[in-house]
């Protein structure tokens, strides 16, 4: 049986095992599954990392809060993920060792260009600071694409509080990406706080949450004319992308 899994905490928000179960179903892959291991602290040597898994597991994805602390505990770093500052993919190699991906990125950069289009790019705005942010802004700056980040503690003069979000600002950032958690399951009646009334046609929203399929802040983007997507199409090509790397020879 070839192992792979998701460690993270929490878990319960996740759609991969179910993802990967279903994808190995439907094309008759009878030795591959992929279970979730909820790790609430990696520690600082690798030790409590490696006792949480199977000693057989060939890969894992990383999610909340492990995509910044696993960092330290890899043998090897893909450039782009070194540059992200992220891994959210790890690949056991054939010597044992971890390598970290970034696949996050792959997953934003398709499915923001299938919004967006071929020559479409607005001056961006990206909600919220953390892993998911990081492969945000690392797409934008590859696509060319100026954007503004928005914090609660801005901590720079290169990010903003929700307080300076005025109208004239939303008019000039026309795509708004949420990194932020706020909105998803359970707490689907909470969305960024932002003056959804400067919001209209013209407006690109993209949600990486994907549970629920439509948050509040996508709602109040859609029922103003704006365009919305959430994040599924992203959880899927990282997953896609993930499967790959594992199955690459290394
Ligand atoms: P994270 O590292 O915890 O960062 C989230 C950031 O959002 C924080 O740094 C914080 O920035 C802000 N934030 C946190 N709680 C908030 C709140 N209550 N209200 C407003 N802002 C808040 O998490 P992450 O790994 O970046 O993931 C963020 C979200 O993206 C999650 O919902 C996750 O499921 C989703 N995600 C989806 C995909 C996909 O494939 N679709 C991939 C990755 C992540 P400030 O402190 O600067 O405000």
């Not at 520690?43 to 999610?63: C, E, K, M, W």
């Not at 720079?156 to 979000?165: F, G, M, N, R």
């Not at 802040?217 to 997507?229: H, T």
Request: aromatic share 8%; charged share 20%; proline share 5%.
């Amino acid at each position: 049986m070839r192992r792979f899994g998701l460690i993270g905490s929490p878990l319960t928000h996740s759609f991969s095992e179910r993802y990967f179960a279903d994808r190995f179903a439907r094309e008759h892959i009878s030795d591959c599954r992929y279970d979730n291991y909820q790790i609430e602290d990696l520690g600082d040597q690798g030790a409590l990392l490696r006792a949480a898994l199977p000693s057989d597991i060939q890969g894992f994805n990383v999610t909340i809060p492990h995509k910044q602390t696993i960092i330290p505990l890899l043998a090897s770093i893909e450039a782009e993920a070194e540059s992200v500052g992220a891994v959210n993919c790890v690949k056991v190699t054939s010597q044992g060792c971890y390598r970290g991906y970034n696949t996050d990125v792959y997953g934003f950069e398709g499915a923001l260009l299938g919004m967006l289009g071929p020559a479409n790019r607005p001056e961006a705005m990206v909600l919220g600071t953390g892993g998911a942010a990081k492969a945000v802004c690392h797409v934008l700056t590859k696509l060319g694409m100026s954007y503004i980040s928005v914090s609660r503690t801005p901590a720079s003069d290169a990010a903003l509080s929700y307080e300076a979000l005025t109208p004239a600002v939303l008019q000039q950032h026309r795509l708004i990406v949420n990194t932020t958690p706020r909105g998803m399951y359970p707490h689907t009646d909470a969305s960024p706080l932002l003056p959804y009334d400067s919001i209209g046609q013209g407006h690109y929203l993209f949600d990486l949450i994907y549970n629920p399929a439509e948050t509040l802040f996508l709602k109040q983007g859609r029922r103003r004319g704006a365009v919305v997507k959430n994040g599924l199409e992203m959880l899927i090509l990282q997953a896609e992308r993930s499967w790959d790397i594992w199955n690459e020879t290394l």
